[in-house]
């Protein structure tokens, strides 16, 4: 907590108890003036569409469709981030001459002829990676995953080259669409280059320039006829065993965790670090019931400084933890809390999903090393101590059954919604009790909030000013006091909205 955060640090035990008190009906009447009350203030198109879907649906609520994904692939230094660029109408993506500037997928939200969409740009694939076959595989395979609709990008003044025709291979296998965009065409000269790309047999290459729009919308306009309306992978719907990603830093005991819940050596575990690549799925039955358990590849340092199959097995993590809806992070009790561990938890945060922390070898830990590690707990992990924490033996299976609660408890939570009425009584209580210091002169006030979606609880607060990142903070403190979200991250998002002038 920092000296920013005590302002905002009072305590009110009456408030659970007074919010209890409040009639539900009274609550959404109430909820309903204020909402009323933002027709005074101007509101962008988003804002209606949101305030009309959170009135809507089971319970109070209606999910906005998910944008449909497009992602933008090649090689190194052949115009994907121009691209981007050109197709978002403003300038994003970073774009140098260098080779590979970018490293990580980027997403954006982007408009076409009055349709939204996300435009991923992706890092080139390197040429001389070791294992060009399964580096090349793997970095496609990411690309394919998460998106509805592939730009596959080549060079045209270079041509097709090695590279190139690995990543063919694998899309042709695809059953997603793949737009073979030949970039760096600047003029109607250089058009027979571009066709001679008909070679690589992902049919009629699609003759572009990115840094001078040439061609551009008319790629666009045959990427639209495709692309859905709804994602397939943007928002999938979760059917089935609940999916469990097992994450942690390499030789920390996720495949001893794996093969002990599914009673069997399904991967192999060796003390050399890395051994895991490629994440291994396995339905798995532990405390009753049946889960899908993701064995990930352990991420050893910052995703854009790692080289060949490192980087491309962080790559397939992060998709892997993408796809699944609660992550379990293994620590190691028997060594310091590393700036590693945190930025695998802070990964999961980022990614939105329900969060469990297992503390593995305590079988190993002794009275000194016990006193150690509860002040690194409290010093590194303090903005996580919402996690459920469950102390474990990978190797042995001890205490293995309680991973289950503390899952069903971080699962319930990304679950969770607050109807509209109770939210905006709480925000009601919790502001008259604590208002807005005065920054400036000016007192920000909150008009009107809801939850916009659930998996994890997002809830969106129209105001009249920014609110200090410390009484942000202050909000999802409460929140977390009065309604639990126990082993889920909450996000708090803003739209800071000024009064309508009057005519």
């Excluded at 659970?16 to 409040?22: F, I, N, P, Y």
């Excluded at 204020?34 to 198109?45: F, N, T, V």
């Excluded at 981007?84 to 403003?90: E, F, S, Y």
């Excluded at 992978?233 to 609940?242: D, I, S, T």
């Amino acid at each position: 907590m920092t000296d920013r955060d005590d302002e905002f640090d009072a305590t009110d035990d009456d408030l659970a108890e007074r919010l209890a008190d409040v009639d539900d009906d009274l609550a959404e009447q109430r909820a309903a003036a204020l909402r009323s009350g933002l027709e005074d203030y101007d509101l962008e198109d988003e804002d209606l569409d949101l305030l009309e879907l959170a009135d809507e649906g089971e319970e109070g609520i209606r999910y906005l469709p998910a944008l449909p994904v497009i992602a933008i692939v090649g090689r190194p230094n052949v115009g994907k981030s121009a691209l981007v660029n050109r197709i978002l109408g403003r300038r994003e993506a970073v774009v140098e001459d260098t080779p590979g500037v970018t490293r990580d997928r980027v997403s954006y939200k982007g408009e076409w002829l009055d349709r939204r969409f996300t435009l991923v740009d992706t890092g080139g694939w390197e040429p001389d990676a070791r294992g060009i076959d399964a580096s090349v595989a793997a970095q496609a395979e990411v690309a394919i995953d998460l998106s509805d609709v592939v730009l596959f990008v080549v060079d045209a003044t270079v041509g097709a080259t090695a590279t190139d025709e690995h990543v063919v291979r694998l899309l042709r296998k695809t059953k997603k669409p793949v737009f073979l965009v030949a970039n760096k065409v600047d003029d109607a000269r250089q058009e027979p280059e571009a066709a001679a790309l008909w070679n690589l047999g992902l049919g009629e290459p699609y003759p572009v320039s990115a840094l001078h729009g040439r061609g551009v919308a008319d790629l666009l306009d045959e990427v639209f006829k495709v692309l859905p309306q709804v994602s397939a992978v943007a928002k999938e719907e979760f059917g089935g065993p609940r999916r469990v990603a097992i994450l942690g830093r390499p030789n920390v005991g996720k495949s001893s965790l794996l093969n002990k819940a599914a009673r069997e050596e399904r991967v192999v575990v060796n003390d050399l670090a890395g051994t895991t690549r490629d994440p291994v799925d396995e339905q798995i039955e532990l405390g009753g019931k049946v889960w899908r358990f993701v064995d990930t590849a352990g991420i050893r340092r910052r995703v854009h400084l790692q080289q060949g199959a490192d980087f491309y097995a962080s790559l397939r993590t992060q998709a892997a933890l993408e796809k699944a809806e609660v992550a379990v992070v293994l620590l190691d009790v028997s060594q310091p809390i590393s700036e590693q561990d945190v930025r695998i938890i802070d990964l999961v945060l980022e990614s939105g999903r329900a969060l469990v922390l297992a503390y593995n070898k305590w079988d190993l830990l002794d009275d000194d090393r016990r006193r150690y590690l509860e002040r690194e707990i409290e010093q590194d992990l303090h903005h996580v101590a919402w996690a459920p924490r469950v102390n474990i033996s990978a190797k042995t299976g001890r205490h293995l059954e309680k991973l289950v609660p503390a899952l069903e408890t971080a699962l319930e939570s990304w679950d969770t919604r607050i109807p509209t009425g109770k939210f905006n009584a709480f925000l009601t209580e919790l502001v008259q009790a604590h208002p807005h210091p005065l920054r400036g002169g000016k007192q920000p006030r909150i008009l009107f909030g809801t939850q916009a979606s659930t998996r994890p609880p997002t809830f969106v607060l129209f105001t009249t000013g920014f609110l200090d990142p410390g009484y942000r903070r202050f909000i999802q403190r409460r929140l977390r006091e009065i309604y639990g979200f126990v082993g889920t991250p909450i996000v708090l998002n803003m739209r800071v909205r000024e009064r309508r002038q009057r005519p």
